[in-house]
Nanobody
Framework: EFQLVESGGGLVQAGGSLRLSCVASGFTFDDYDLAWFRQAPGKEREEREGVSCLSRSNGMTNVADSVKGRFTISSDNAKNTLYLQIDNLKPEDTAVYYC???????????????????WGQGTQVTVSS
């Protein structure tokens, strides 16, 4: 069984930083895409915003314009771990952050919710003003 487990969220003052982690396990192949999404308070699952993606097969990355310059995606393939470094946090970054896997990527590093096949439980990020 494939699993994604996020960690690293918390309560942070505006201007602070966090590093989120996502550990993937149990999947046969290593050519899938991994991405970070966030679901803001009051929003539904389908309204999750794709913020960044990394292709396991070719290393391609993608970052949403809304967070470019503050969010950085990276991975440690030996540990099957995906990271999201978030700097200069703003109150509008408050959300549950999810790791997601696209097992059958066509377009590499899609930021569309509907491209992804498996999701973790999420980790809460709360930014105080």
């Amino acid at each position: 069984e494939f699993q994604l487990v996020e960690s690293g969220g918390g309560l942070v003052q505006a201007g602070g930083s966090l590093r989120l982690s996502c550990v993937a396990s149990g999947f046969t192949f290593d050519d899938y895409d991994l991405a970070w999404f966030r679901q803001a308070p009051g929003k539904e699952r389908e309204e999750r915003e794709g913020v960044s993606c990394l292709s396991r097969s070719n290393g391609m990355t993608n970052v949403a314009d809304s967070v470019k310059g503050r969010f950085t995606i990276s991975s440690d393939n030996a540990k099957n771990t995906l990271y999201l470094q978030i700097d200069n946090l703003k109150p509008e970054d408050t959300a549950v952050y999810y790791c997601a896997a696209d097992f059958f990527p066509g377009e590499s590093c899609s930021l569309s919710y509907y491209a992804y096949d498996y999701w973790g439980q999420g980790t809460q990020v709360t930014v105080s003003s």
